[in-house]
């Protein structure tokens, strides 16, 4: 496969780990989190100082940068998942800003506002692949679980859920770190791939492209989650014929998509073995209703 | 033995005195009532009891032990379950998932077993279905487990909040104003209904209602309060006769008072 083509699909599985997170903490959980990019920002500079000043093996990096992002979870998560809805969105928000100013302001340590270059690019294709699979395989037996269901009355009901014993701060917890993992991890795989990191890059801007992956595929759908991440991150390429308008183009289709369906692509439609035979068995059900249909005009 | 206690109960919002100075208790395995005016203090109590609010002063014991400083979901896990006055079912969820999720003590797997499709999973998640199967036919709802609870009807909604409450397997269950919305023979049915799950599952039940009448053929004890004060208690028919419950119910006229 030609490095280009190998290139969008790495970049695809970098921003379905940290999409994936996302869907389970915003989609799922109903924690609506603006800040994505501040632990990818942690992943990437923990995994990087790892690799470059202690010469550590990636796999090793990789796992540290995730485990970074879980940790830095757990105390931001403490006061701020208390919040209620659009207060904890900004509080996410300004915590992603507050990383990449440290990281700026820790020149000594990152480089400050220059980066840090000449990162060895480990990220290949087939490892990426198989932990994103594995991350989503994760995911989807999580949210099918009882403790997916938790999150979901924690979503839809956080009174109700609370009155039948679900501890709705706990799951909103369990959430957010599971969300720091998968952003800490992609953030370390960003940083593998393109062997070059500064603070810019984890802006608003990129945790703004995230969330919008989320709701662009379905707030209730890993499914989903997982198609927007392929569809949003091909999309740019696919635009390029569209030259200076390219960016253009994009906002209209995230425009277009969420006027015509708000509730997403998928909505809460799940690719398992019971949709598709769901959707076989409507599928044959049209056709008979079609072949039928044929049939009477013929008699006539 | 009381199950439920309350000790001078008090609840101010600023200067309202939802609650003031509430005692009462409820033996266990018995039905009875809250009932007053709009406004009474009625969910108030509920509210306290169930650790959505925190008191302002009081005390209220379930089996002896106080509620008092408890989160919500300890309160339900200890064996409270109720319902709310405007339903708050899952609205998303399927009628099936919305008493699954309250079944906690039919599944124990962890959130490690949840990432993972154990065997032991497997077995509790069916088991769960199973359970929750038996509940929904109970309430005559088994044909309509995979709708989404937010496309049932306002009839249906109220007796699947009453069937997720089951499910929690409690002993105490609290249900507020569980005949809002219905005509009178709704409401019978729905009297007889809550008497057999009472029977069926050994509990103790604690119901606010609004209207008296409903309330009378069926409870062992009631109180009454209004503004926040209890005005009365003892039978239903103690209580209908009561010249204060009357005078809170249908007001005096200026002559009289």
Not at chain 1, 217 to 222: A, C, D, P, Q, V
Not at chain 1, 270 to 299: G, T
Not at chain 2, 143 to 161: C, F, T, V
Request: aromatic letters at 10%.
């Amino acid at each position: 496969m030609s490095g280009y083509y190998s290139g969008i699909i790495i970049l695809t599985c970098i921003n379905l780990l940290a999409v994936l997170g996302l869907s389970l903490l915003t989609g799922f959980t109903g924690s609506f989190c603006f800040g994505q990019a501040g632990f990818m920002a942690v992943g990437a500079y923990v995994s990087t100082l790892l690799t470059m000043n202690y010469a550590a093996p990636f796999p090793l990096a990789l796992f540290a940068g995730g485990l970074a992002g879980l940790l830095v979870s757990i105390p931001l998560g403490y006061p701020t998942l208390r919040l209620k809805g659009d207060y904890f969105a900004i509080a996410t928000l300004g915590f992603a800003e507050a990383m990449r100013l440290i990281i700026e302001n820790l020149e000594k340590i990152t480089g400050g506002s220059r980066g840090i270059p000449g990162i060895p690019t480990h990220t290949n294709l087939p490892l990426i692949l198989v932990v994103t699979f594995f991350f989503v395989w994760l995911v989807r037996n999580y949210v099918s679980s009882r403790h997916g269901r938790n999150c979901v009355a924690v979503r839809e009901d956080e009174l109700a859920a609370e009155a039948i014993a679900v501890d709705t701060f706990r799951y909103k917890q369990i959430s957010f770190a599971i969300n720091g993992f998968l952003g800490g991890l992609s953030g370390a795989f960003l940083a593998h791939y393109v062997g070059f990191i500064q603070p810019s890059m984890f802006g608003i801007p990129q945790s703004t492209q995230l969330i919008v992956m989320v709701i662009f595929g379905g707030m209730h759908s890993i499914t989903g989650a997982v198609l927007a991440a392929i569809i949003l991150t091909a999309l740019p390429e696919v635009l390029r014929a569209a030259d200076a308008w390219r960016l253009v183009a994009y906002g209209a289709v995230v425009v277009l998509i969420m006027i015509i369906r708000p509730e997403g692509l998928l909505g809460s439609w799940e690719l398992s073995k019971d949709s598709l035979q769901d959707l076989w068995s409507k599928l044959q059900a049209r056709l008979n209703q079609y072949k039928e249909q044929r049939l009477a005009k013929a008699k006539e | 033995m009381a199950i439920l206690e309350f000790n001078g109960l008090s609840k101010f919002f600023g200067g309202v005195k939802a609650v003031d100075g509430f005692s009462y208790y409820v033996p266990e395995g018995n039905l009875n009532a809250i009932i007053g005016p709009n406004g009474a203090g009625k969910t108030t109590i509920f509210n306290l009891i169930t650790g959505v609010y925190a008191p302002t002063d009081g005390d209220i014991t379930f089996h002896g032990e106080s509620l008092i400083g408890k989160k919500a979901h300890e309160i339900a896990s200890i064996g409270i379950a109720r319902t709310f006055q405007n339903i708050r079912l899952f609205p998303e969820f399927s009628v099936l998932d919305n008493v699954r999720t309250a079944a906690h003590q039919r599944a124990d797997y962890s959130v490690l077993e949840g990432l993972f499709p154990t065997r032991r999973r497997k077995k509790q998640e069916q088991e769960l279905t199973d359970y929750a199967y038996k509940l929904l036919e109970l309430v005559d709802l088994a044909d309509r487990a995979k709708e989404l609870s937010k496309n049932l009807p306002y009839g249906h909604q109220r007796r699947l909040e009453i069937a997720r409450a089951l499910a929690l397997e409690p002993k105490l269950l609290l249900l507020d104003e569980p005949a809002a919305g219905m005509n009178p023979d709704e409401t019978a049915d729905l009297m007889e209904f809550i008497q057999q799950i009472k029977e069926k599952f050994n509990l103790t039940i604690l119901l606010i209602e609004h209207h008296m009448e409903v309330v009378m053929g069926l409870c062992d004890d009631i109180v009454v309060i209004d503004f926040g004060k209890t005005i009365s208690r003892g039978t239903p028919d103690e209580v209908q006769s009561d010249p204060l419950v009357i005078e809170a119910y249908l007001g005096v006229g200026e002559d009289e008072a």
